[in-house]
């Protein structure tokens, strides 16, 4: 497991060097114009197809649901990474992209550690990571300055975590078990720890112990955190995101 061990480490440096490029970049809120187009139906569909593509029991309760929750229209964010209608269905497919090429990747750099982990389960984790944003996404009006530098209306998103305030990781897989899918135990670890350290409790010993062993016995967990960072900190930055850098 030497290689893997090296991969960890890298992917972990990877992911947490370009969370704290974005972080310390947009200290002070801003409301980001993200540009990209979105084409919510191809999206569902996709999405929909690659779920059902692993035929996991109680897959189609999942996808029901998050269709009468409002899954498909919500937004990645309410002021960074795909902040628009549509952008959380257009995240998780980035993330399972990424996802399934870090994986093939460490299948010729470690096949033994990639032999841990199922194809299936990088597409479940990936695609679900986020579920726990469907509901905490509200529409409002927000000033944000176009391009000639003047304040004007636009529509936005502010946060409210009153329907089901139970965390993120930890509320995304208390809601895929609800909605009656049969996870295996990496799947719901990697779900969880998604965020890597910044999902963390730095106050929690118990927190900082748990996150190290999952990381260290499950090969998923550090595919699908460098798989998150990848999507939210390169695939989806638009130029006008470079331009407030």
């Not at 329907?163 to 995304?172: A, I, L, V």
Request: glycine letters at 6%; one cysteine or more; hydrophobic letters at 40%.
């Amino acid at each position: 497991m030497e290689h893997f061990e090296l991969f960890s480490v890298f992917i972990l440096f990877f992911s947490t060097a370009f969370l704290l490029i974005l972080h310390e970049s947009k200290n002070e809120y801003r409301n980001i114009h993200n540009i990209m187009e979105i084409d919510k139906k191809k999206n569902q569909e996709e999405f929909e197809s690659l779920l059902r593509s692993t035929k996991r029991e109680g897959m189609d309760y999942v996808i029901e649901d998050l269709e009468k929750g409002g899954f498909f229209d919500a937004p990645a964010s309410a002021g960074h990474h795909l902040n628009v209608e549509g952008g959380l269905c257009q995240h998780s497919l980035n993330v399972c992209k990424a996802g399934l090429m870090i994986y093939d990747g460490l299948a010729k750099l470690d096949a033994p550690a990639a032999g841990e982990v199922k194809r299936e389960s990088v597409i479940i984790a990936t695609l679900l990571h986020d579920v726990c944003k469907t509901d905490i996404y509200k529409k409002t009006i927000k000033k944000r300055k176009n391009k000639l530098g003047q304040w004007e209306d636009a529509e936005g998103y502010n946060i409210s975590y009153k329907d089901f305030p139970m965390g993120h990781g930890e509320k995304s897989v208390i809601m895929l078990l609800l909605s009656g899918l049969d996870l295996r135990d990496d799947e719901m670890l990697a779900i969880r720890w998604h965020m890597g350290a910044f999902g963390l409790n730095m106050n929690s010993y118990e927190d900082e112990r748990c996150y190290d062993t999952a990381r260290q016995e499950y090969p998923l967990c550090c595919i699908v955190q460098c798989a998150d960072s990848m999507a939210a900190a390169i695939m989806e930055v638009t130029a006008e995101d470079r331009e407030g850098l």
